[in-house]
């Protein structure tokens, strides 16, 4: 084993030399050689999936006969017995170039050997297909894979072990699992079933109850109240304060004779006019209140009662005079 693992390193360094125009660089002709004494030595250990995966490594990046022949063998090993001898066809038709070593020479006759043994290992099933209705064209799959409906109904090779066949139409369907042993032939008779469409589930749409009336809470007065105590109020401080006016106006034409008042009456005159503007400040508030006040108590709607309740005060300033509160 160790003077054909050399005699590969010598090819692989001197592939180089046989296709200068796809040569590899040094650093994967190392690679390669790497991979194929981990090959090697996995194969050696009983690893025949973890060797395979290092002689592909290094046949990807070589491409010569010698790696190619290390991953049909372990293909072979591991039961692929149609993979390997597709990897032995490609090695046997590799045409030979000027000044190849001489072991790519070596590699194909090995592969045709090793082809000529595998080729009556390889088991061939025959698969026929019945009940297909009114002709419908045929779909054959192997382990998954679509078969080309030309081969439909002759040998097919496989590799050794189990495999589930299913041939369906548009309509039916039809399956089959075997077993193949190396060198068997098999006859597979799949006859076709219509399949059952599946019947839709309808999920009944459940109507939902339309949802208790809300029942009508009591009419808030809130608002017609708040309105007619502003009203109410304005309409009080109007009334006093115009009261008022009339007191000083009287006064004062009793102290200003023809309307005209001396300076020690300025005073007063002032003041009974800022008392004036608030009385009519007052009276027109109390207006608006009230009529709000009855508008909110006629199309007012019902709604929850007040989260609190209102207060409401007047207040009076110099010229203005108004209603103040939290509602």
């Known amino acids: 084993m160790g003077s054909k693992l050399r005699a590969i390193a010598i090819a692989i360094a001197l592939s180089a030399f046989a296709a200068p125009a796809a040569a590899q660089s040094a650093a994967d002709k190392e690679t390669a050689r790497t991979l194929m004494d981990q090959g090697n030595e996995l194969r050696d250990k009983g690893d025949l999936k973890g060797a395979l995966a290092r002689f592909q490594g290094a046949n990807d990046i070589m491409h010569v006969p010698t790696t190619a022949l290390e991953v049909a063998k372990t293909q072979a090993a591991l039961g692929m017995l149609v993979e390997a001898r597709d990897t032995l066809a490609q090695i046997i038709s590799s045409v030979p170039t000027p000044h190849e070593p001489a072991q790519f020479h070596d590699a194909r006759v090995e592969a045709e050997k090793l082809d000529a043994s595998l080729d ?20 054959l799959s192997v382990d998954g894979v679509a078969v080309p409906a030309a081969v439909l109904g002759l040998p097919r090779r496989l590799d050794p072990g189990h495999h589930v066949l299913v041939a369906t139409t548009s309509t039916q369907e039809g399956r089959a699992e075997i077993d193949v042993a190396e060198g068997e032939k098999k006859d597979v008779a799949i006859t076709l079933a219509t399949v059952a469409k599946p019947v839709p589930v309808v999920t009944p749409i459940e109507h939902e109850a339309p949802p208790p009336p809300i029942p009508e809470s009591h009419r808030s007065y809130a608002l017609p109240i708040v309105l007619f105590t502003i009203g109410g109020a304005s309409l009080i401080a109007g009334g006093v304060t115009g009261a008022m006016v009339l007191a000083q106006q009287s006064d004062l034409a009793q102290k200003c004779p023809n309307h005209v008042c001396p300076p020690s009456q300025y005073g007063a005159l002032d003041g009974a006019s800022t008392l004036a503007t608030v009385s009519t400040v007052t009276f027109i508030v109390g207006g608006v209140g009230v009529a709000a006040g009855v508008i909110a108590l006629l199309v007012g709607k019902p709604s929850a009662p007040p989260a609190t309740s209102a207060h409401v005060e007047p207040w009076f300033g110099f010229g203005a005079a108004g209603l103040r509160g939290t509602f």
């Not at 088991?123 to 297909?132: E, I, K, Q, R, W």
């Open 120 to 139: 009556p290992r390889v088991p061939t099933v025959t698969v026929s297909v019945t009940g297909a209705k009114d002709g419908a064209p045929v779909s």
